[in-house]
């Protein structure tokens, strides 16, 4: 179905949807809402910087979301959703004109149960905000995003992956969910309860297999957490401690970042504190109330120094956490401080000489331009060794030969430098393309974000 009017025309029509303060169409808004992080991608910053909506909307509530849906459906208008923007991707960069439906001002806690730890949210609600509601009666997200005070759910679900707290509950796909309210992409614009293996069609699914309009997130009884920084004299040692420590059941945590010098040097607040060891590596953790003396203690043993700590009581509060530089938060102060820098998602051997071992062919390939990032995470109760690793090079030719080189070495890489959603491994595969199927007959959600070989990737995985 081919698009019948202009963005004039649907303007007109959907102010009588949503309102006058639900439509966008200036140019600065156009510009705004059709871009989120992707230029931490210096070759996404060429293949994106020019795509734009023709008209952003913002409906409040279900029914004006409902109005928006069914008129574009009808006239046959591309639809992209967007949370707050915060994906590195180009996750919500309309590849096809169209309009841009931002859910910012779908952003209610609809129903929270605290006796089972389950809260019922508008696809707008920010992280922050249910994180914080959370703790107030003792639970606490599974996981989520160093961008988690801004962050939107339906994003992080749509386009997002794991975070802080993984290593303790898993990624997106370990129960974070107990069941989302869907949209059909059709005139009809119907709601679809999902649940059970069905919500895999759209976790990190780029918002094209269907209009989440409602969520319902699994918590965690919530812990307070102390923030300890650990100064290691070398990689190896930290690494090898922070695998110690990953596979320490004793020990509760909620984050173990690694970062290899010169990365620590990027933090400035960090620095400024005093927390920072020129030339030594940097292991940032979040541990159980009055479990960090005991922590560093053990971290003695492979040369580690605690060099930084806040109590429980400071926890999120404050001018800064340490979340905020980890993830990939680390590859924006690391941009700051030179926008040579940019990133890799690698998932290395879990065992740390192994991993060592591939660290060391990688040094000698990029002749000294990296540096080593790795996060612990648990996913289907498997410990990992992932990796946002930082490299200096902006070229095609070089960033490709550097992922090549990752695969011939055994190192799984996420790919971060295109808008394909297949060309991650971490995608859903089969369930994307039946949800797909099912709730977008038209093909008219985020358009251009499968290539053409979807179908037989999914089918090969």
């Known amino acids: 179905m081919g698009k019948t009017t202009g963005p004039s025309e649907w303007a007109e029509a959907l102010r009588g ?3 006058e303060k639900g439509v966008f169409s200036e140019a600065k808004s156009l510009e705004v809402f059709s871009k989120d992080a992707y230029y931490y991608s210096p070759l996404l910053r060429q293949l994106l910087g020019d795509k734009q ?10 029914e004006e979301l409902r109005g928006v849906v069914s008129y574009a459906a009808q006239h046959g208008i591309p639809l992209t959703l967007r949370g707050a923007g915060t994906g590195n991707y180009g996750q919500c960069v309309p590849l096809q004109g169209g309009l841009v439906v931002s859910t910012h001002r779908m952003n209610r806690i609809l129903e929270f149960d605290p006796t089972r730890g389950i809260m019922r949210v508008e696809a707008g609600t920010r992280l922050g905000q249910i994180e914080r ?3 107030e009666q003792g639970w606490e997200l599974r996981c989520y995003p160093s961008t988690w005070a801004t962050a939107a759910v339906g994003g992080f679900v749509g386009g997002g992956f794991g975070g802080v707290g993984s290593i303790r509950h898993g990624v997106l796909w370990d129960g974070f969910l107990k069941s989302l309210r869907v949209m059909e992409m059709t005139p009809e614009a119907r709601v679809h309860r999902i649940e059970g293996p069905e919500i895999f069609g759209f976790i990190h699914a780029y918002g094209t297999s269907g209009i989440m309009t409602e969520l319902e997130v699994n918590l965690a009884p919530a812990l307070p957490w102390e923030e300890a920084l650990l100064s290691f004299p070398d990689y190896a040692s930290a690494l090898r401690f922070a695998h110690a420590l990953a596979l320490d059941a004793v020990e509760p945590k909620r984050l173990i970042s690694l970062h290899e010098w010169p990365i620590p040097s990027f933090f400035k607040p960090l620095v400024e504190q005093g927390g920072i060891r020129a030339g030594w590596a940097a292991l940032l953790l979040e541990l159980a109330d009055g479990h960090t003396a005991g922590v ?12 930084y700590s806040a109590p429980a009581e400071r926890y999120h509060k404050g001018k800064f956490c340490l979340t905020d530089f980890t993830w990939n938060h680390t590859t924006l102060w690391a941009m700051k401080a030179d926008p040579g820098w940019t990133y890799l998602q690698s998932t290395f051997a879990p065992e740390p000489e192994a991993a060592l071992e591939q660290m060391a062919a990688l040094r000698e390939f990029h002749r000294g331009r990296v540096a080593f990032h790795h996060e612990y995470i648990a996913r289907s109760g498997e410990i990992q060794l992932v990796a946002l690793d930082l490299i200096q090079d902006q070229t095609q030719e070089g960033i490709y030969a550097a992922i090549a080189q990752r ?20 995608w859903g595969g089969q369930a994307v393309l039946a949800a797909r199927a099912k709730y977008d007959p038209d093909r008219l959600l985020n358009p251009g974000k499968l290539s053409s070989s979807a179908t037989e990737k999914a089918r090969a995985g």
Request: charge should be negative; avoid cysteine.
């Open 133 to 135: 509601r959370a703790r």
């Open 53 to 62: 909506a023709e008209l952003v909307v913002a409906p409040q509530g279900l």
């Open 407 to 426: 695969e011939a070495l055994g190192i799984q890489v996420a790919d971060p430098h295109t808008y394909y959603l297949d060309a991650d491994p971490r």
């Open 17 to 19: 949807l949503v309102g």
């Open 296 to 307: 560093a203690e053990k971290a003695r043993g492979y040369g580690g120094v605690l060099t």
